[in-house]
């Protein structure tokens, strides 16, 4: 009988499977035109919203993040690319896709995001927002100081002068609509349960009272 091949322990597992959700992500949309590249990483996020919860292996869940954030990080840089047009009219139909096709894909993952329980998954909400937003300062501080390495401290700025907009503008774009569409459902989910509270108080029997009996 063979020896068995020991596994790698479960951080370095998940921090490999992140590494390699982010290079291909970012391998994905980094060298697309804006709007192709901006479809991709909208269907990325959307649909890893929506898959997350059911990921209950912790390499899996670190993987669709990384690939999510990976996915950002190269939309952001084709954006950041356009920027750097000189006349305001360019690409305006171009960012104006942008714009749509994010908001959608951010009320899809808000929608996605507030059906989670804790039945469902381990992991809530918040862990994925604040793992995401981790992962993605941590791969935009490592393009910079490359950035830096290669070229110097002036590319190195105006590139992440560039990318910091760029990112802001995505991170905008899918947050509003997501947050927008989550009040929105919890709205809708209050005034459902108002008239079957109601109807519960208004059935309830009132308590018989002993008034005027002795023991």
Do not use: K, Y
């Not at 996020?45 to 990976?70: D, V, Y």
């Not at 995001?113 to 469902?120: E, H, I, Q, T, Y």
């Amino acid at each position: 009988m063979a020896p068995s091949v020991p596994r790698p322990p479960q951080p370095l597992r998940s921090a490999l499977a992140s590494l390699m959700g982010i290079g291909i992500g970012l391998s994905l949309t980094r060298f697309l035109p804006v709007v192709p590249s901006t479809l991709l990483n909208a269907l990325v996020l959307a649909g890893g919203a929506r898959i997350s919860p059911r990921c209950h292996l912790p390499s899996r869940w670190w993987g669709l993040i990384g690939f999510a954030t990976g996915s950002l990080i190269g939309n952001g840089w084709v954006l950041a690319a356009a920027l750097q047009e000189t006349q305001p009219t360019a690409h305006a139909g171009a960012r104006l896709a942008v714009v749509l096709l994010l908001g959608c894909a951010g009320a899809v993952a808000g929608q996605s995001l507030a059906r989670v329980s804790p039945a469902v998954s381990d992991r809530q909400p918040r862990d994925l927002l604040r793992s995401a937003s981790g992962l993605t300062t941590g791969v935009f501080a490592a393009l910079v100081t490359l950035t830096f390495i290669h070229s110097g401290l002036d590319v190195a700025r105006t590139f992440s002068s560039r990318l910091s907009t760029s990112l802001t503008i995505l991170v905008i774009c899918l947050a509003a609509p997501g947050w927008l569409s989550h009040l929105i459902r919890e709205q809708r989910r209050t005034a459902s349960s108002l008239p079957h509270r109601g109807r519960t108080l208004r059935t309830e029997p009132e308590p018989e009272t002993s008034r005027g009996t002795r023991p």
